[in-house]
């Protein structure tokens, strides 16, 4: 197993560009980011030097804000496209081969269908995009226990929009807290959509910290997950700001 550690949420006693030395440091071959946009393309480059970057999200409007993403937002569609562009510039000076999009809440008053019509127009012309950077779009269902107007459902919506798509270059993120948190048995559906599924992501639940720190059952996961046909990276994309990573020693092989 491969472990990728996401500095928007690890290491975060430091400052930001400081972050890839210290996951370097504590044994990873790989970072992943949500939003790199805060920062030049060449600082991150040279901040990264020794690490490959292996994920970063596409702009997703106004998060601290309460926004998860505007692709099924009627009338935002040139910002979206203007976001494209953008995660495209940062993913090819990045050699990210995989940008994920989150795909957005439902507006109050707005109709879902509408949304929904939106989202696959906006992700094809994503897909599209991407293809011809060899860039893997990924979709990553949020769950609605935190984000209770969020447009997608749990892992299976997702793979309907995938259908609906239909884009040769779109696969689904699978975050195990999101997962946990919708309801999902998180090891069965691992293994149900594990040739859909482009990324993983993990971290404990309740709480959205280390594994071990909450109730989900991370050595029948690692178990579960040994034996299926899965080659990609694992991210750690759990809180803390002076992590220790005793339960990734057992499984890593991230060199």
Known sequence: ??????????????????????????????????????????????????VEIVLINLPAGDFAAGERGIACIPGREAEFS??????????????CPRVNCLAGNVPEGMDANACWDVLVANL??????????????????????DNPRFVLEGSRHVLDLITAVARRNVALQFDLYHSAAAGEDVCAQLARYIGQIGHIQISDFPGRGAP???????????????HLPYEGWIGAEYFAAEPDFAWMRNHTSSR
Do not use: C, W
């Open 82 to 95: 203007a976001g494209i562009t953008q995660a495209i510039a940062y993913a090819t000076a990045l050699h």
């Open 1 to 50: 197993m491969r472990f990728s550690a996401n500095i928007s949420t690890l290491f975060t006693a430091l400052p930001f560009l400081d972050r890839f030395a210290a996951a370097s440091a504590a044994g990873f071959a790989a970072v992943e980011m949500q939003f790199p946009y805060s920062h030049k393309p060449s600082e991150l480059v040279a901040a990264a030097a020794g």
């Open 124 to 145: 094809r012309d994503a897909a599209d995009a991407f293809a011809m950077h060899n860039i893997e779009l990924l979709i990553e269902p949020l769950n609605r226990a």
């Open 212 to 226: 071990g720190t909450g109730t989900l059952d991370f050595a029948k996961f690692f178990k579960t997950i040994s």
